[in-house]
Nanobody, 122 residues
Framework: QVQLVESGGGLVQPGGSLRLSCAAS????????MAWFRQAPGKEREFVAG????????YYADSVKGRFTVSRGTAKNTVYLQMNSLKPEDTAVYYC???????????????WGQGTQVTVSS
């Protein structure tokens, strides 16, 4: 059974940084595409960043390009989202997603985590 568990969310001041982690189990991690999405109150879920099976290709929403970095740590079956220069508009629940199609990004992913809250506020 595929399980994705996010961690690392919290409260941070504007301009600060956070690193989110997503621990994956029950799947051949090294062959899956991984991604991060977010959903703010009253808004639809949106794609944030994605990485292909090898880590060799990454994809970002325009709103986070240059500030966020997605990476995968194969040895630990974990995908990370390093978030720098955070803004209040980055406030949302962040979700990890996985898909057996190796490349990406996709509009929909087969597996989802429960989410972790990120709040950017002074």
């Amino acid at each position: 059974q595929v399980q994705l568990v996010e961690s690392g969310g919290g409260l941070v001041q504007p301009g600060g940084s956070l690193r989110l982690s997503c621990a994956a189990s029950g799947m051949p991690f090294s062959t899956y595409a991984m991604a991060w999405f977010r959903q703010a109150p009253g808004k639809e879920r949106e794609f944030v960043a994605g990485v292909n099976w090898s880590g060799g290709s990454t994809y970002y929403a325009d709103s986070v390009k240059g500030r966020f970095t997605v990476s995968r740590g194969t040895a630990k079956n974990t995908v990370y989202l390093q978030m720098n220069s955070l803004k209040p508009e980055d406030t949302a629940v962040y979700y990890c997603a996985a898909d057996p199609r190796s490349e990406g990004p996709f509009l929909e992913y087969d597996y989802w985590g429960q989410g972790t809250q990120v709040t950017v506020s002074s």
